[in-house]
């Protein structure tokens, strides 16, 4: 039952069971279920936060990104107040989840690790970060590359948990989307040809003469920002200083992208929390993702031989 509903809509998943074992289970006993042993999952998930003695693997990749997710928030009357109809008491919106992953160069199984940004905020992603990298293998003398969008609070994390053990490069595919509307007003019709010299450029780690060749074109202070793309791309590149080492990534054969985490969005995360017309109230929306990083960690096995284990010792 457990089985479906992580990967199924609840009503898809009571399906599934009618179909597969003859059982015809309502759809609120295979909610019930799933997220009670969702919420077991993400009790019983210790983040390891200390980065252990041992010299660890050479080298590991790691990622963190956000997408957006659907929450909804119900008010419940209030005091004195009438019982509404539940439906137009409700409030939707959209909030992040933040999803971490790591690896040794070369490997196709990463260890991934997931929070919401509205419940730990960037030290919860941090401390996920760290506990994959440990979990693939870091140690003291483990170097780490690590690729994000450009966030600010991805790079103090990085350095934060890692400190001169990391390097942060920013996506560069990030970069050229500052890139390309500044191309556009500075460059017309030969902009693709504009757009691929400082893409160059940049690969280069000659990010100072793509700021030389910005500055004559900037926007006057009187110009809002939404109207100054020059502006806003000399800004992301001058403001994120020892963020653009691509040279070496190159050369050492590491992403200068983090398209496997934001891949990894839509398998792991938005597959099940981000289906039509379904939305989440942050507590379950929470269980459901411990749920899902059990079981792209495969540690799914583990968590019910442990409950066989514990029901029969007692």
């Not at 993400?42 to 983040?47: A, D, Q, S, V």
């Not at 003695?53 to 963190?64: D, F, H, N, S, T």
């Not at 909030?95 to 940004?117: M, N, W, Y």
């Not at 983090?258 to 891949?263: N, P």
């Amino acid at each position: 039952m457990v089985d479906f509903g992580a990967d199924n809509p609840f009503a898809g998943a009571a399906h599934k069971l009618k179909e597969h074992y003859g059982i015809e289970v309502p759809i609120s006993a295979v909610r019930t279920k799933t997220e009670a042993h969702a919420e077991s999952m993400r009790k019983n998930t210790l983040l390891q936060t200390q980065m252990p003695e041992r010299p660890g693997v050479p080298q590991l990749i790691a990622e963190l990104d956000g997408s957006m997710i659907p929450e909804v928030e119900i008010s419940p009357p209030g005091k004195g107040e009438p019982q509404v109809d539940r439906r137009k008491a409700r409030k939707v919106k959209w909030t992040e989840a933040r999803l971490c992953l790591a690896h040794e160069p070369g490997s196709v199984t990463p260890v991934f690790g997931a929070s919401l940004a509205v419940l730990g905020g960037p030290e919860e992603a941090g401390a996920q970060l760290l506990h994959c990298a440990i979990r693939a293998g870091a140690g003291t003398a483990t170097k780490l590359h690590c690729v994000g969008d450009g966030a600010p609070w991805i790079a103090d994390q990085v350095e934060l948990r890692f400190g001169l053990q990391a390097r942060y490069l920013v996506d560069l595919y990030h970069v050229c989307e500052y890139l390309a509307p500044a191309a556009e007003r500075i460059a017309g019709k030969e902009t693709q040809a504009w757009m691929d010299k400082q893409k160059q450029k940049m690969k280069e780690n000659r990010s100072s003469e793509v700021l030389h060749d910005l500055q004559p074109f900037l926007e006057d202070d009187t110009v809002g920002d939404s109207d100054a793309p020059v502006r806003a791309c000399h800004r992301y590149i001058r403001n994120r200083p020892g963020q653009f080492d691509y040279q070496t990534a190159l050369q050492s054969g590491l992403p200068m992208g983090s398209g496997e985490v934001e891949s990894a969005h839509r398998y792991l995360i938005q597959a099940r929390l981000k289906l039509s017309g379904a939305w989440w109230k942050i507590d379950n929306a929470a269980k459901m993702l411990a749920l899902r990083v059990i079981r792209a960690n495969d540690d799914w096995g583990a968590y019910w031989s442990g409950l066989h284990r514990h029901a029969a010792q007692n």
